[in-house]
C-alpha cells in the first residue's frame, strides 16, 4: 500500500527552487544556516522537504539568496 504524503507536487517544486538557488548562490548548508542563526539541519531539512517553510522564513531566504519571491512559485 502506498503511504500518503502530506507535501504537494507544489511543496516539492518549492523545496527544489529553494536548492537551487542556494547553489546558484554559492552557498553551502553551513554558510546559510550561519547567516540565518539556525542549525545546519534546518537548511537540510527544509531542502529535503522534511520541514515546512513558513511564509517569513521563505522571505528570509529569498532575500539572502538575492532571488524574488516569485522565483520559488511555479508560474501559472
Known amino acids: ?3 500518503k504524503t502530506i507535501f504537494t507536487a507544489e511543496h516539492r517544486d518549492i523545496v527544489r527552487k529553494l536548492r537551487e538557488a542556494r547553489v546558484a548562490a554559492k552557498l553551502t548548508q ?3 544556516a ?3 542563526r539556525k542549525p ?5 531539512k527544509m ?5 515546512r517553510l513558513d511564509i517569513i522564513e521563505l522571505r528570509r531566504m529569498s532575500k539572502l539568496y538575492g532571488k524574488p519571491l516569485s522565483f520559488f512559485f511555479p508560474k501559472e
Request: glycine residues 6%; neutral net charge; charged residues 30%.
Open 34 to 36: 550561519s547567516k540565518l
Open 1 to 3: 500500500m502506498k503511504s
Open 40 to 44: 545546519q539541519s534546518f537548511v537540510s
Open 47 to 51: 531542502e529535503s522537504g522534511e520541514r
Open 30 to 32: 553551513v554558510e546559510v
